[in-house]
Antibody, heavy 120, light 108 residues
Framework: QLQLQESGPGLVKPSETLSLTCTVSGGSISSSSYYWGWIRQPPGKGLEWIGSIYYSGSTYYNPSLKSRVTISVDTSKNQFSLKLSSVTAADTAVYYC????????????WGQGTLVTVSS | DIQMTQSPSSLSASVGDRVTITCRAS??????LNWYQQKPGKAPKLLIY???SLQSGVPSRFSGSGSGTDFTLTISSLQPEDFATYYC??????????FGPGTKVDIK
């Protein structure tokens, strides 16, 4: 059974870069059928898609975050990662990693989520 | 960009009630509409895809309808485990996920 697990610092200082990794188990990140994505949810608020990556490294991002976001993949470790630069308190959120079929924006598999707080 | 709205933003209901949540898209999205359920502290769970197709394992009391710009999620007989927040999401765009703001269903 496919499982996704987010990891990374739970506290990041303003203006610094938020870095998270999602480890995929029970399946291969190199599957040609899926993209791997990041979604976030500020406390008490709704869901915001950040971006997605294919195992080949092809990416697409939410235009509202594109200038600050980098998503990368490491197929040897079965992981993909998120970097969000110049963070502010508005970036405080639960960050989820997820999998969706290639060419389909429907999420069937989610990680459990990890809370990242931006504070000095 | 396609914008999604939901109504109501919250509702109170009793076990056994029929509950209806509405989602509207800012432009026609055909039937490219998903519904997710999220419980506190948990990741969202896909309930309905393609506007009316029930995801495997989801109880049949959940149903979805609509096309174009207007969509509905119905819970025919609300159960205790259904108290949660529900989000719609357009899947018309293959390059951009857009979620609605959510509808919280709580106990009356």
């Amino acid at each position: 059974q496919l499982q996704l697990q987010e990891s990374g610092p739970g506290l990041v200082k303003p203006s610094e870069t938020l870095s998270l990794t999602c480890t995929v188990s029970g399946g291969s990140i190199s599957s040609s059928s899926y993209y791997w994505g990041w979604i976030r949810q500020p406390p008490g608020k709704g869901l915001e898609w950040i971006g997605s990556i294919y195992y080949s490294g092809s990416t697409y991002y939410n235009p509202s975050l594109k200038s600050r976001v980098t998503i990368s993949v490491d197929t040897s470790k079965n992981q993909f990662s998120l970097k969000l630069s110049s963070v502010t308190a508005a970036d405080t959120a639960v960050y989820y990693c997820a999998r969706h079929p290639r060419g389909v924006t429907t999420i069937l598999v989610w990680g459990q989520g990890t809370l990242v707080t931006v504070s000095s | 960009d396609i914008q999604m709205t939901q109504s109501p933003s919250s509702l109170s209901a009793s076990v056994g009630d029929r509950v209806t949540i509405t989602c509207r898209a800012s432009q026609s999205i055909s039937s490219y509409l998903n519904w997710y359920q999220q419980k506190p502290g948990k990741a969202p769970k896909l309930l309905i895809y393609a506007a009316s197709s029930l995801q495997s394992g989801v109880p049949s009391r959940f149903s979805g309808s609509g096309s174009g710009t207007d969509f509905t999620l119905t819970i025919s007989s609300l159960q205790p485990e259904d108290f949660a927040t529900y989000y719609c999401q357009q899947s018309y765009s293959t390059l951009l996920f857009t979620f609605g703001p959510g509808t919280k269903v709580d106990i009356k």
